[in-house]
Nanobody, 128 residues
Framework: QVQLVESGGGSVQAGGSLRLSCAAS????????MAWFRQAPGKEREGVAG???????FYAEYVKGRFTISRDNAKNTVYLQMNSLKPEDTAMYYC??????????????????????WGQGTQATVSS
């Protein structure tokens, strides 16, 4: 049974930082591409950052330079370090797994349709 469990969300002031974690189980983590998506109230879900099995990263323009995605295959965990947070980063953040990932173009790391497993989400709220 595949499980993705996010943690690390919370409330911070603008300019602050949060570190999200996603603990995965039930599949071969080291053979999966992983990503973070987010959804703000009244908006569609959007990609934030993705990481391939080999560690290639891809970021959405609106977080580039502020967020960092990483993975620890020994712990079956993917992380999202979020710095210089802005109120517009307020959203529910979801971890997603693309199992048996074969990556031809790193931009596909943020294609929602590629991902076959999703976590329940963790809320990040940034106040001004």
């Amino acid at each position: 049974q595949v499980q993705l469990v996010e943690s690390g969300g919370g409330s911070v002031q603008a300019g602050g930082s949060l570190r999200l974690s996603c603990a995965a189980s039930g599949y071969s983590f080291d053979r999966a591409c992983m990503a973070w998506f987010r959804q703000a109230p009244g908006k569609e879900r959007e990609g934030v950052a993705g990481i391939s099995t080999g560690g290639t990263n891809f970021y959405a323009e609106y977080v580039k330079g502020r967020f960092t995605i990483s993975r620890d295959n020994a712990k079956n965990t993917v992380y999202l370090q979020m710095n210089s947070l802005k109120p517009e980063d307020t959203a529910m953040y979801y971890c997603a797994a693309w199992t048996e990932c074969v990556l031809y173009d790193k931009s596909s790391l943020l294609q929602e349709s590629r991902y076959n497993y999703w976590g329940q989400g963790t809320q990040a709220t940034v106040s001004s």
